[in-house]
Nanobody, 117 residues
């Protein structure tokens, strides 16, 4: 069965960096696009970033462009999100989600990232 297992919660000061991961299993990792989506407290889901199946094309929301980097290690079936220059407004639960056509069909369990001094 398809599983997306994410790394644990993180707490950082503003301006710091963190890298979160999402390990995939149960399907061919190189056959699907995969994305990061976040949900801040009391708010709806916000798309953050995406990467194509081979890893050669990446996409970012304007709110994180230049600060966040998405990458994938196809040999390890693992997706990453490197987050630099963190701001308090980046505080959210971050989810990896497999993209199937125009929808997300499988989701990770979420990683809480808290940015606070």
């Amino acid at each position: 069965q398809v599983q997306l297992v994410q790394s644990g919660a993180e707490l950082r000061n503003p301006g710091a960096s963190v890298k979160v991961s999402c390990k995939a299993s149960g399907y061919t990792f190189t056959s699907y696009y995969i994305d990061w989506v976040r949900q801040a407290p009391g708010k709806g889901l916000e798309w953050v970033s995406g990467i194509n199946s081979g890893g050669g094309s990446t996409y970012y929301a304007d709110s994180v462009k230049g600060r966040f980097t998405i990458s994938k290690d196809n040999a390890a079936n693992t997706l990453y999100l490197q987050m630099n220059s963190l701001k308090p407004e980046d505080t959210a639960k971050y989810y990896c989600a497999r993209r199937a056509y125009e929808e997300f069909d499988y989701w990770g369990q979420g990683t809480q990232v808290t940015v606070s001094s």
